[in-house]
């Protein structure tokens, strides 16, 4: 079965910065693409970055030089390094396949980033 488990999150104040990390199994992890995807409070989820089976990376311009995503596909884990942070960052941050499985999400993990 498809699950993916976040982990990573935090308090941290303006300006520092989190590793989060995401655990996936039920599937190929090698051919598949993966996103971070973050939720803010009262907001819709939105997509933050993608990786791409070949390693290509693609950011949201809220977060680009801010935020690398990256994989390993021997862990079956995605990364989402974040530093700079902002309290606009302030959300829930969940991982998914790109385009996302949309019946496999997990719990995520809470990042509050306070100025």
């Known amino acids: 079965q498809v699950q993916f488990v976040e982990s990573g999150g935090g308090l941290v104040q303006a300006g520092g910065s989190l590793r989060l990390s995401c655990a996936a199994s039920?599937?190929?992890?090698?051919?598949?693409?993966f996103g971070w995807y973050r939720q803010a409070p009262g907001k819709q989820r939105d997509l933050v970055a993608i990786i791409y089976s070949d390693g290509t990376r693609s950011n949201v311009d809220s977060v680009k030089g801010r935020f690398t995503i990256s994989r390993d596909n021997a862990k079956n884990t995605v990364y989402l390094q974040m530093n700079s942070l902002k309290p606009e960052d302030t959300a829930v941050y969940l991982c998914n396949r790109y385009p996302a499985f949309n019946n496999y999400w997990g719990q995520g993990t809470q990042v509050t980033v306070s100025s």
């Open positions: 039920g599937m190929t992890f090698s051919i598949n693409a």
